[in-house]
């Protein structure tokens, strides 16, 4: 938001609503899944919260109690807040970042509000709260303050030398090395090679993702190797595995497919049942 | 290498070798596609190439004189080497670059050879040189120093906090997500729209890449909406559009399906024959 500098400092939720920081003024969750969320609000008003600085796991809306603060309902990952916050992280749009003084974490401000700058989407999930209900929570990670999405610059120009959005980054390790080695390059998903000039492109996938709040292992047993675009649709949820290692696609809960294992790849269903834990309902 | 930190000075290519750091004594690149290429010397034995410090354009090995420094042949994409450079930037391997005392940058040491640290293989593309003949070409990203890929760890035990490789990113921008709205997120190359929980999932491509050394535009008549898959294979030349727009398999030649267009998005020509020459020969 022009003139509204990271560190600005609001004495009521309205006056940041007046400033066009955070434009509700009641909901935690700005804007829809038309055109993605572009802010929230962290102050303390979910338990399963957590609020690690430039890590947040934040907990979508609906379902809770604002006079205990305690989930009374499962959440619904089609509520209009919900939605906007898996578009701004499908399409890499950062999230403004506002905390309020009630927030129980060391980053709350003593009084009021406070913009804390632009984050990113890195990853959301749903999993069985700590009230017994199913919520919807994401991790949003810090961009580097000043790195705002810069205008599209004139037709024909140079393209900008600054860095847009980060929307989605693949590694590489020894262990995803291991994996995609055990496996030829071949998707476990859809058994096709990716082949390009040069030679064979596949992904290796964490099933139980690495960090917080999954904190899963970087071993091959937490690892499968995927195409790109089965990537995607693993991590998004779109399919998961079961415990016989079928392949379930989420929406329809039909078995679309055997994932493919060769010996020399173990796969532990822990980490398997993690992940299924996180989309099947 | 243990022992050996950035910065560290070899008078002698000879030193280096037997420090480890580049183990042939004569070629500019070390390794194959057998696990990749390990370390390269950047030293101006090559008329195109580019030394830009933290980003290097770099000539495959091949059809050199060495007298001369000029090239006298085409370069072959399956040498060895250059085999080597390509399977690094699959597999997001890091590689260790030496500068000699010979190159004609300002980053050039005064004498000798020295190691500069770890870059990844972020692009590769073939063009005619300036000396007419085709030549493979590579772009080098400095990773930041003591990012070194850490050793795997003990299975089962947490996951490393230190960063690994990064791979491949893909970006978002406001040019590109209007390129993705125009077509609804269908892959432009298979027509099919990749349906994630929460909404579609798409990816802008750059026909004629941003920044060194394709310098191509960042506005949406450079832009396709593609799936993953399709991501990969565009950007490594496994297929390529001609000038009608029809999608060519690089290898066999074959007309293998029609880019699909919408009228409220035009594609520039220019940015088709650029791409289409850094891939058809």
């Not at 984050?119 to 580097?144: C, M, N, T």
């Not at 590489?172 to 055990?182: G, L, N, T």
Request: one cysteine or more; a negative charge.
């Amino acid at each position: 938001v022009p003139g509204v500098p990271v560190g600005s400092h609001f004495p009521l939720r309205r006056d940041a609503a007046e400033a066009g920081v955070h434009k509700p003024y009641m909901q935690g969750i700005s804007g829809s899944r038309v055109g993605g969320s572009d802010s929230i609000v962290v102050s303390g008003g979910y338990v399963d919260d957590e609020d690690h600085g430039d890590v947040i796991i934040y907990t979508g809306h609906g379902g809770n109690d604002s006079a205990t603060r305690r989930q009374i309902a499962d959440q619904d990952i089609a509520a209009s807040g919900n939605a906007g916050l898996i578009i701004s992280q499908l399409e890499g749009l950062p999230v403004r970042v506002i905390r309020g003084a009630n927030g129980d974490s060391s980053y709350a401000p003593t009084t009021g509000f406070r913009y804390d700058g632009l984050y990113r989407v890195a990853d959301h999930w749903s999993k069985i709260g700590q009230d017994g209900f199913r919520i919807i929570q994401y991790r949003l990670e810090k961009l580097p303050d000043g790195d705002e999405p810069i205008a599209s610059p004139v037709p024909g120009g140079p393209a900008p030398t600054r860095p847009v959005t980060v929307q989605r980054r693949i590694r590489s390790s020894a262990v995803i090395d291991r994996v995609k080695r055990a496996h030829r390059h071949r998707c476990q998903i859809c058994h096709d090679v990716l082949e390009v000039e040069g030679g064979l492109y596949a992904e290796g996938a964490h099933i139980r993702g690495l960090g917080r709040p999954h904190e899963g292992p970087d071993v091959p047993s937490n690892v499968l190797c995927l195409c790109p675009n089965d990537h995607v649709r693993f991590d998004y949820g779109a399919i998961h595995l079961n415990n016989d290692l079928l392949i379930i696609d989420t929406k329809s809960g039909n078995h679309v497919g055997d994932l493919r294992t060769v010996g020399s790849h173990l796969i532990d269903l822990i980490h398997v049942t993690y992940h299924l834990n996180l989309w099947a309902s």
